[in-house]
């Protein structure tokens, strides 16, 4: 028997007691044994709950009892959980994780001491909830030079924006449904500001180029500024405007950003909508795949949870190789990306054609006393340059 501890019962960890027991035998077998969970650190009590016994509030209860070959952290932020997966770590005891925040600043380091110490430090369900990506990447692609990594990373922002395009409502008006349906937090900062799918791009792109990248350093913008006349404009082009988090190797090193782009029907992630997520892969052997499913909730990221479990105990004692080390990755600068850009205006043509040349106008229907257009394939810095002679810019949305 294979015992576990739960750190945080909150939803993802209470979401992993649920799945070890409804596939409690298909699990064990798989793992080839059973797996009890006998901790559950928690500052709460749950009176009534079936694993109240398990509760504990001490950290050290479950640092300092041997029999514990697995730890769960579901504890969310980066501390207290570092130095409980540190410790763990460095006991001689495996981790699984679903916290993002964690994985993107010290997931190097962590990994680092589970191979200095033969155990495992598993994180799929950092990125994509229940989608499998950390996995394939580290082991069904790794014949492919990973050229380019795309996906709509965050479900909050993917619903939000869906809303606007299907029923034309403003983004205020979005995030209150949102918040009210419990897809968006009380402070849905992390997430409309586009700094949920920002850690995970730089997870996915740490994996692929097998260096640390700061995700901090990682151009994003969020979706804040994405207006009812914006949505508008795309459907007049036949087109809808999701949040991406990309990341590309080019022949100086990869770049990453994150920010709403426009997308024509062609693009695989044109009909990704509601909660849902993708990720797009494309690889220099492979070509094109795409991954998609739920990409947050308590199940689907419990179910990528235990599947680490599972792993981990198909590998007791033996660790499992993960090309991350703690190498610093300097990234392309985002400038030298290409891309085509809508953008509306109160300038006149002229000025437009004065600063940019030939232009593909579009006229959204109720739209008036601006101008929109659509400008040739140009970088980020030759961009910038026509947007400061320009002048007034109301918005600035990029196509591919």
């Known amino acids: 028997m294979i015992k576990i501890a739960i750190l945080g019962y909150g939803t993802i960890g209470s979401g992993v007691v649920e799945v070890l027991h409804t596939n409690r035998d298909s699990i064990a077998k798989r793992a080839g044994d059973g797996i009890e969970v006998k901790y559950i650190l928690d ?84 990125v994509g909830g229940g989608i499998p990506i950390i996995r394939p990447l580290n082991s069904s692609l790794t014949a492919d030079e990973i050229e380019e990594i795309t996906g709509i990373l965050n ?40 700094y949920d799918a920002c850690r995970k791009i730089a997870i996915l792109t740490s994996l692929v180029c097998g260096q640390q990248v700061d995700f901090e350093e990682i151009p994003t ?45 062609q693009h695989p992630l044109y009909s990704v909508n509601d909660v849902f997520n993708a990720i797009f892969v494309h690889g220099n052997v492979l070509g094109d795949a795409m991954f998609y499913g739920s990409g947050a909730g308590k199940l689907p990221t419990a179910s990528a949870v235990v599947a680490d479990i599972v792993d981990i105990a198909k590998h007791l004692h033996k660790n499992i190789l993960i090309s991350w080390s703690s190498g610093k990755m300097n990234l392309v600068d985002c400038k030298k990306a290409k891309s085509q850009f809508f953008v509306r205006t109160s300038e006149k043509c002229e000025k437009i054609t004065e600063v940019f040349g030939e232009v ?29 002679s320009l002048g007034s810019i109301l918005q600035r949305i990029r196509v591919v």
Do not use: C
């Open 155 to 194: 479900g909050t922002t993917n619903y939000m924006l869906t809303k606007m395009t299907f029923e034309g409502l403003e983004f205020d008006n979005v995030l209150k449904d949102a918040q009210s349906r419990g897809y968006a937090e009380a402070d849905p900062t992390a997430d409309i500001e586009g």
């Open 360 to 388: 593909e106008y579009v006229e959204a229907p109720g739209v008036t006393g601006e101008i929109g257009f659509l400008t040739e394939t140009m970088t980020e810095e030759a961009f910038e340059q026509k947007a400061g």
């Open 43 to 126: 500052l709460r009590d749950f009176p009534g709950d079936p694993m109240e016994d398990k509760v504990v509030h001490d950290y050290e209860i479950i640092a300092n009892d041997p029999e514990i070959q697995v730890v769960v952290e579901a504890m969310g932020g980066v501390e207290p959980a570092y130095t409980f997966v540190k410790r763990a770590l460095l006991s001689g005891k495996n981790v699984t994780t679903s916290n993002k925040a964690l994985v993107a600043k010290h997931g190097a380091e962590l990994i680092a001491i589970a191979r200095k110490q033969s155990v495992n430090f598993l994180f799929e369900a950092s």
């Open 221 to 265: 913008e969020g979706i804040t500024n994405i207006s009812a006349t914006d949505m508008k404009y795309a459907k007049a082009m036949d087109r809808v405007i999701k949040l991406l988090a990309t990341s590309k190797k080019t022949e100086d090193g990869y770049y990453a950003m994150v920010a709403p782009f426009m997308l024509s029907q």
